[in-house]
Structure formats: structure tokens, C-alpha cells
């Protein structure tokens, strides 16, 4: 028989966040949400975690990037970006080269195979951000583009931001 549990009490000494209430606990769940079921797809199709589907779009849009550019552009963990970016190359989706100017600095790109993928992946991901939209009237997706935006620059001026 399953244990129904109450919410903790709050005392002086525990005050514990409400998290259905957290901004960042019900954004990243949305995020997480919207995320998995795209990743669903492709994880079962192409062997493609969420975390290298995501270092491809960047390299998609952003040609010739460090893992450390990588890293920053997508506020993930530089050594999840590692490891994702090990599997890509080891994939033949993503090319690593040497930086002319900087031979410490290796440069990374889409391969055609990384191509071929990313231009079947994309619209998968564009329609279901769309069907998330499409709740939304023409009205309050502006303004979520606006709010979005503007959290996002506040953010930005402080560094990669906190994760919660």
C-alpha cells in the first residue's frame, strides 16, 4: 500500500523553497519537459543524447567554435560539453581541427554526416516548438519572447548564472 506524504512543516529552522513556486525549478521542468520529447525521437532513432543534439545545434549556427565557446553558449557544464563532443567526433559528426593562430585551440564543426542529421533533427524540433506556442495567442508568445529576453540579458551580465 502506497505512503501518502504531507509537505513538510515549516519552521524557523526549515523553510522549505515551494518549489511548484520557483521560478527556476518550473522553468527548467518545462524546459526538461519540452526537451524529452523531442529528445525521445531522436535518442531512439540516432543514438544522439540531449546534451550532443545540443552542441550541434550550436555548431549549426555558430561555425568554429571552442568546447570552451561551446560551453558558454549553451550554459552547460564544460565536461558534460567534453564528453559530447568526444562522442560526436568519435561519431563522425563533428570535425575538430587545429585553430591556425593557436595550436592549443582546436575548432569544431558539423561533418556532412553531422549535417545530414542536424537538417533531419531541426524540423522535428521546430514543430514541437511550435505546438508548445500554438498554446499561447499571438499576444502572450511576444510577450514571453520579451520576458524571456529580458531575463536572459540580466542573466547574461552576470556570468552563466546560477542552476537550480
Known amino acids: 500500500m502506497p505512503v501518502t506524504r504531507k509537505p513538510a512543516p515549516s519552521t524557523a529552522e526549515h523553510a ?3 518549489l511548484e513556486h520557483f521560478l527556476p525549478y518550473r522553468l527548467s521542468i ?3 519537459t519540452i526537451s524529452q520529447t523531442i529528445a525521445d525521437d531522436y535518442q531512439r532513432r540516432f543514438d544522439l543524447s540531449v546534451m550532443e543534439w545540443r552542441v550541434m545545434a550550436v555548431l549549426a549556427r555558430f561555425d568554429g567554435l571552442s568546447a570552451r565557446e561551446v560551453a558558454q553558449r549553451t550554459a552547460m557544464d564544460k565536461v558534460a560539453v567534453s564528453r559530447a563532443l568526444a562522442r560526436l567526433v568519435e561519431a563522425g559528426r563533428v570535425n575538430r581541427s587545429i585553430h591556425d ?3 592549443r585551440r582546436s575548432v569544431l ?3 556532412e554526416a553531422g549535417w545530414a542529421l542536424h ?3 531541426a524540423p522535428m524540433a521546430r514543430a514541437r516548438e511550435r505546438e508548445v506556442l500554438a498554446r499561447l495567442d499571438a499576444e502572450e508568445q511576444e510577450w514571453l519572447t520579451r520576458i524571456l529576453d529580458k531575463l536572459l ?9 546560477n542552476k537550480s
Not at 153 to 161: F, I, L, N, P, V
Open 101 to 103: 593562430g593557436d595550436k
Open 109 to 111: 564543426s558539423l561533418t
Open 153 to 161: 540579458a540580466e542573466d547574461g551580465k552576470r556570468g552563466t548564472g
Open 119 to 121: 537538417d533531419e533533427i
Open 16 to 18: 522549505p523553497l515551494q
Open 30 to 32: 518545462l524546459s526538461n
